[in-house]
């Protein structure tokens, strides 16, 4: 045996999987000569209980076996491959081929009668199944039965069942003992919100300037979060501002006395990485926020970003934390050719242990304020040794704790933070547009990194408007969000897109007049009235998305064909077996990618994957517009970008 999955493909690194989550447990296995072997993963759940699932073969010419297990209890979940010599399955072969070629067949049918006689005494089996087996030996052994009566019992399926269930098995040979982890639902599911909290009740006063939002104005906000279907909201740094080096808009360097500056610039006088900005509230008023968001039915992600203002504590108690340069000065945070003057990053190879210990202590504080998700800035600018240690720290004491990574960086950084403990991760989404683009990305998400990176599909954040939705229009808007919420059990969108907010800073893929630098006082109320608000669809595509389970899950997206090449198919089934409810859901999403066009072409769909034949009927209901259609595995469509430019098609009774 080889290749043995869930695995990650490189280090000591433990798989992970979510509570409910359906898991393919895969390998390869085979034997010399013509012989049939069979191969069976024994599961151990965190509790220890064991069970046995036999894989079948893919088929696929590369010996490769695999069945899907949903995983319905959080832990470690220890599990073992076992292949072994099938012997029904070879005496069956061999004896449906010389018993109707009449070669051999009285050697074949007495094999026949010796294997279902051990069998027959198997302990454990049950007193049916050794009746039927004795008296199919007899048959076999009887000479008043011709050939065409052993063949019938050959290819009894009621005998195959028997074997199927407990196989007769000779030179097992048992894999090593592997683990996957599983943890919370939340760490794999779940449609997020980020808002800041100064710009929600901000107000702007008669001399110009603005007044800031509170935690008390911000928690109105929820309530309209809640129904639109989100289940977390993030909230950016929460933390005093530095005032030395402030940004003031457009990340200029010449704030003014009534610019808030960046919320990732952390730390001043009145505190650091423990405290709330004084224009916020107070802790106390944080921890009524998150009550009140808990009341809405959503949980509150907060962001990590450990780096420093010029002012803040950090920086006069611990100096060694950071890099100072030849002149003497510290260095300050760059991302060419952005320059962050007002922040200062940390430099964890200068006293690591200290540093540990601080990062460790901040976590702590917030989470005993009721934050169990944190979202990560820029953790591939740390070590990933730091992230392993903290993260398995954290969640040794609370499992429940998830980080999400915000690491826009290359493949391998990216995924070695998923790999070393990441539950979530930020992923390349937002410049994957195109019909080829996504075709490939969603499946190397889906197939390829789905045992250890779990992927959050926001599609916009405050640095990041692409030009795909600068240039898109309100198709775009439309296009991008179905995919983030269909695709990935995880998606998330950043304020203000739901009001087409498309106007970069020139030259730029970040909003003019951005957030990060100073307050947004959206009218959210006038838009609505107005019906010009995306809110509504986000609000259908999150019940949507609670409504179908095959869309909680990421590894079972297929990518099916259509003739023309914007035009982008992918289905997502879910066996009655696998599913919650005990029933199969099957969900086709076919997208316009084109945000600028109404396009025709034909859809080539496997019906297989739901058990429906080539050729045959059957219903779908497209659940954005109610519209009921009879399908078959070709179908027309049209899709019109500038009225509604996604089917997502839900197939009624499927199997």
Known sequence: ???????????????????GEVVPFRVTSFREGHDRIGVQVRLFSPTGDESLHRLAPLDDGFDRWQTEVALLARGVWRFRFESFGDDFATWQHAASVKIAAGVDAAVMREAGALLFARAAAEKGRPAAEKKALTAAAASLRD???????????????RIAAYFAQRPAMSLVTLGDDLEVLVERERAGVGAWYEFFPRSEGAKRLKDGTVKSGTFRTAAKRLPAVAQMGFDVVYLPPIHPIGTLNRKGPNNTLDAGPGDPGSPWAIGSAAGGHDA??????TLADFRAFVRAAQAEGLEVALDLALQAAPDHPWVAEHPEWFTTLPDGTIA??????????????????NDPAGIRAEVLRVVRHWIAQGVRIFRVDNPHTKPLQFWEWLIATVNAEEPDVVFLAEAFTRPAPMQSLAAAGFQ???TYFTWRNTK??????????????DAFLRPNLFVNTPDILTEYL??????????RAAIAATAAPTYGVYAGYELYENVARPGSEENIDNEKYEYKLRDWAGAAERGDSLAPFLQKLNGIRRAH???????????HWSDDDAILVYVKHLDAALSPDGRSDTVIVVVNTDPHSVRQTMVHLDTRVWGVEPGAPYEVEDLVTGAHWTWSDHNYVMLDAFTEPVHILHVKESR
């Open 549 to 559: 389970p095959a869309l909680r899950q990421l590894r079972n997206l297929g990518i």
């Open 276 to 281: 709330v900005h004084p224009d916020l509230g």
């Open 1 to 19: 045996m080889a290749q043995p999955f869930p695995s990650v493909p490189w280090g000591d690194y433990r798989p992970t999987a979510y509570d």
């Open 332 to 349: 300050y945070a760059e991302n060419p050719p952005k320059k962050y003057q007002d922040i200062y990053p940390v430099n964890f190879d």
């Open 143 to 157: 000479g008043t039965v011709d050939d065409a009566g052993a063949l019938a019992i050959v290819d009894d399926a």
């Open 436 to 449: 080829p683009e996504l075709e490939e990305f969603l499946s190397g998400l889906a197939h390829t990194t």
């Open 470 to 479: 600068q240039f898109g229009g309100r198709p775009a808007y439309r296009i």
């Open 424 to 426: 979530q991760s930020y």
